[in-house]
């Protein structure tokens, strides 16, 4: 494969092993590797025809979810796989509906994570996927149907505008744009105003998250 592989994960001993994994599996291919989402951002763009990114999905500082929206905005071809210590349901949908192409456990066997990450760069899965130790496969489009907590505060503020909604949560215009669509695709609306009918409707707002 020619081009770049980055992995960004905070843990120094995992961070390793994929490191040296990648490079087993990508002998051509440059291999970076960044302790945080915002190093990892500075660190794709000084690297040529980046192809891969191993995310760990709970790193602190910018979550997994912004930190896959601005790599696939920057690098609309990348593949990025979510790797994470969670096994929840909701932290998979999350990554795979964020764009990511795996969720993959870090419990499972060093074997099977080469082996997504390879069909990963072949382009040889059916749909998007969650690999844990005991369960694997396709998770069906309609499985993607739950928010992710960062959207759910978008959603708790969808009477103001979307710089209003940027400064008071601490992100980027473009990235609150990105989420309102995510949470009018998820809720099936085409306005806000639908948006907070259906939340209301659902449940999806505690006391007190609008003000």
Avoid at 38 to 65: H, W
Avoid at 90 to 95: C, F, N, P, S
Wanted: aromatic content about 4%.
């Amino acid at each position: 494969m020619s081009g770049s592989a980055l992995i960004i994960d905070d843990h120094p001993l995992y961070r390793d092993a994929l490191t040296q994994l990648l490079r087993t599996i990508l002998p051509e291919s440059s291999v970076k590797a960044a302790s945080s989402a915002e190093e990892g951002l500075r660190l794709a763009e000084t690297l040529p025809n980046l192809r891969i990114v191993l995310l760990d999905f709970a790193l602190p500082g910018m979550s997994g979810t912004e930190a896959t929206a601005v790599l696939l905005r920057k690098y609309p071809s990348v593949s990025i796989i979510a790797v994470s210590a969670s096994e929840e349901r909701r932290d998979a949908t999350a990554a795979l509906r964020a764009g990511a192409k795996q969720f993959i456990s870090k419990a499972v066997p060093t074997e099977v994570l080469a082996d997504a990450i390879q069909r990963a760069l072949a382009g040889d899965f059916s749909g998007p996927e969650w690999l844990t130790p005991t369960n694997s496969g396709a998770i069906e489009p309609g499985e993607h149907s739950q928010l992710t907590p960062r959207q759910l505060e978008v959603l708790a503020q969808l009477h103001l505008p979307n710089k209003e909604i940027g400064l008071r949560l601490g992100l980027a215009e473009v990235t609150v744009k990105m989420h309102v669509s995510s949470i009018f695709r998820a809720l099936n609306v085409a306005n806000r105003t639908q948006a907070m009918q259906a939340a209301r409707r659902l449940a999806l707002l505690g006391n007190g998250t609008a003000d």
